[in-house]
């Protein structure tokens, strides 16, 4: 939860820092996912977050997408649907190379597949990105 804060709290000074603009729609479906996450509503959740990534413009910025689809993998991983929540994660690290919550949430779904090398290999890659991160510990 509170890594979920902090990302939406980087999203809205990336924001107003690099003043990008976003579409309503892409704002509106983040923020019922968003909603929908936090109340545990994972199938909700990942029905609003593919409906910000389809109306994604690149004004909103690489960053915000690989928020959403970070959000989404979590939630794919709370319904133990590994396969889309690694597409996910990768994804978000693709659009954002230095995001280390998506190298530890993606560290977490191998370590639950039994794939310890992988996983070792993202938390190590979370740690690098950002030294103080207690979560890949």
Do not use: C, H
Request: aromatic residues 18%.
């Amino acid at each position: 939860m509170q890594n979920l804060l902090k990302s939406i709290f980087f999203a809205i000074f990336l924001s107003i820092f690099f003043n990008l603009s976003f579409s309503s729609d892409f704002l509106n479906f983040y923020k019922k996912g968003e909603r929908a996450l936090n109340n545990k509503n994972y199938d909700e959740a990942i029905e609003y977050f593919t409906k910000s990534i389809k109306s994604w413009t690149k004004s909103s910025g690489k960053l915000f997408l690989a928020i959403v689809f970070n959000l989404r993998g979590i939630a794919y991983s709370e319904l133990r649907d590994y396969d889309n929540a690694l597409k996910d994660f990768t994804e978000a690290i693709k659009l954002n190379s230095k995001y280390d919550e998506a190298f530890n949430n993606r560290g977490i779904v191998y370590y639950n597949l039994g794939d310890f090398e992988k996983a070792i290999a993202d938390y190590t890659e979370a740690l690098r990105v950002k030294k103080e991160y207690p979560e890949a510990f």
